[in-house]
T-cell receptor
Framework: DQQVKQNSPSLSVQEGRISILNCDYTNSMFDYFLWYKKYPAEGPTFLIS?????DKNEDGRFTVFLNKSAKHLSLHIVPSQPGDSAVYFCAASAMIYNQGGKLIFGQGTELSVKP | EPEVTQTPSHQVTQMGQEVILRCVPISNHLYFYWYRQILGQKVEFLVSFYNNEISEKSEIFDDQFSVERPDGSNFTLKIRSTKLEDSAMYFC????????????????FGPGTRLTVL
């Protein structure tokens, strides 16, 4: 089941530069997308989300872009900081009325920000 | 800031034994979830729970698994007879639909319980 894919297992970026993490999905019923950050031996920490009615959502250094026609979303981190080094997961859900939408996760991309 | 808590942080058990993993979701949340992550693999959905009943479960969530909300704060996952392949990190999550009917789908995760089955 590869409904959500993150094709880059790792990404290395210099401090101060932009980090771009990508995510593709196949299920056109997905209508809510989230990015989580995860450190080893910890739970996923929510970063930012976007509804399918939007194409961009911004929160401080983090911006998520959604291209519905391409079934693609990306997370931009500007400027990148060493503390951003972690595994980033893309997740998607399809909300059914009166049911909690399960999240389908990608495989994750390990971001390393070098000083 | 409210957070999801889970206990224990690490549980070691013998194959065939029963384990109960505990979670305290964020207090005003209405939807509760269990996910797991086997080492090196994706985070996988197990079950969602709303209004005191299971709303959806995955094929992983077979008869060996059960969930319960025994009181107003705890949410538990029980594995009746553990297998070696149940070894994983188990994450509890909760979300809030919003009192005004606004749909808020963000799920907040606990720190996880590492289950090791020997």
């Amino acid at each position: 089941d590869q409904q959500v894919k993150q094709n880059s297992p790792s990404l290395s970026v210099q401090e101060g530069r932009i980090s771009i993490l990508n995510c593709d999905y196949t299920n056109s019923m997905f209508d809510y997308f989230l990015w989580y950050k995860k450190y080893p031996a910890e739970g996923p920490t929510f970063l930012i989300s976007i509804s399918s009615i939007k194409d961009k959502n911004e929160d401080g250094r983090f911006t998520v872009f959604l291209n519905k026609s391409a079934k693609h979303l990306s997370l931009h981190i500007v400027p990148s900081q060493p503390g951003d080094s972690a595994v980033y997961f893309c997740a998607a859900s399809a909300m059914i009325y009166n049911q909690g939408g399960k999240l389908i996760f990608g495989q994750g991309t390990e971001l390393s920000v070098k000083p | 800031e409210p957070e999801v808590t889970q206990t224990p942080s690490h549980q070691v058990t013998q194959m065939g034994q029963e384990v109960i993993l505990r979670c305290v979701p964020i207090s005003n949340h209405l939807y509760f979830y269990w996910y797991r992550q086997i080492l090196g693999q994706k985070v996988e959905f197990l079950v969602s729970f709303y209004n005191n009943e299971i709303s959806e479960k995955s094929e992983i969530f077979d008869d060996q698994f059960s969930v319960e909300r025994p009181d107003g704060s705890n949410f538990t996952l029980k594995i009746r007879s553990t297998k070696l392949e149940d070894s994983a990190m188990y994450f509890c999550a909760s979300s809030d639909r919003g009192g005004s009917g606004k749909r808020t789908d963000t799920q907040y995760f606990g720190p996880g319980t590492r289950l090791t089955v020997l």
